[in-house]
Structure formats: C-alpha cells, structure tokens
C-alpha cells in the first residue's frame, strides 16, 4: 500500500497524538502503578531474603509511577514538562524540515495550504453552528437561558 508524503506525515502526526494522549491519561499509570506493586509484591514474599536488591529497585519504581501521577494531576508545577514538550516538537519539526525530501520552499507551501485548510475548515464549521443557532430561534444572549 503506497501512500504519498502528505499522508504519511498525517498518519505520523496521528499517531504522535494517539501516543501523547495514552501516555497522559492517569488512570493507565495508576493502573501500572497498582500492578507493579502487586507483582513485586508477590516476588519480594518469595524472595525477600535473598535478594534484598528487588524491594530497592521495586521502591524506586513505585516512586517514580507516584512522581508521574502527580504530575499528571498537575500536583506538580507544569511549566518544566510543558517546555520540554515543546522543545521536543521544536526538534522534531527542525529535525523533519533539515531531513524533508523536498525544497524548503515546498515545504512552506505544504505548511501554508494545510494551516489554510484547517482555517477553513474551522470558519465552515463555525458558520454552519450559526446558522443552526439562528435557524433554532435562539438569540445570542450568552446566558445560555438564564
């Protein structure tokens, strides 16, 4: 199945999103937290005794999964992860542009049509729920009825 360069990049930026959000999600490392637990829990009864190491390596893990959560419930400041969030996507653009199979100038093009695009799309979307809204009857108020 050949898809062209536009698609690919789509799929990619899918993908990157799809990944982002099943990393954010705190009930998957709550989920993980509780079952690292549990596992070393159970190896640690068997060999507590003689492998003294596992209940160090099994403590630090469950401090970092805690350090995460809280992070993820935002117990923790957000400015450090955000940054580095958008440093990495920094990158990860510059890298893409220094390495694209295409002039700099197409790029831009590419660049430009799609952000026209999605300003289109938007600006359709909005005047179809206008539309919608005075086709109700409803008056632009914004005390949604009170």
């Known amino acids: 199945m050949a898809f062209g360069k536009r698609n690919t990049a789509k799929q990619w930026a899918r993908f990157a999103m799809k990944f982002g959000l099943v990393l954010s999600d705190p009930k998957l490392w709550s989920t993980l937290s509780d079952q690292l637990k549990d596992r070393a829990d159970g190896m640690s009864d068997v060999i507590k005794d003689k492998y003294g190491v596992v209940r160090d390596r099994y403590q630090d893990a469950t401090d970092r999964f805690s350090d995460a959560t809280s992070a993820l ?23 893409g542009i220094l390495f694209a199979p295409v002039s700099g100038e197409e790029v831009r093009s590419a660049i430009r049509d799609k952000a026209s695009d999605v300003a289109n799309d938007v600006k359709d979307k909005v005047s179809k729920m206008t539309n919608r809204h005075r086709a109700s009857g409803a008056a632009f108020t914004g005390t949604d009825g009170d």
């Not at 935002?74 to 890298?95: K, R, Y």
């Open 73 to 95: 419930r935002g117990d923790s400041q957000w400015l450090a992860p955000t940054l580095s969030f958008v440093g990495g996507i920094a990158v990860g653009v510059g890298l």
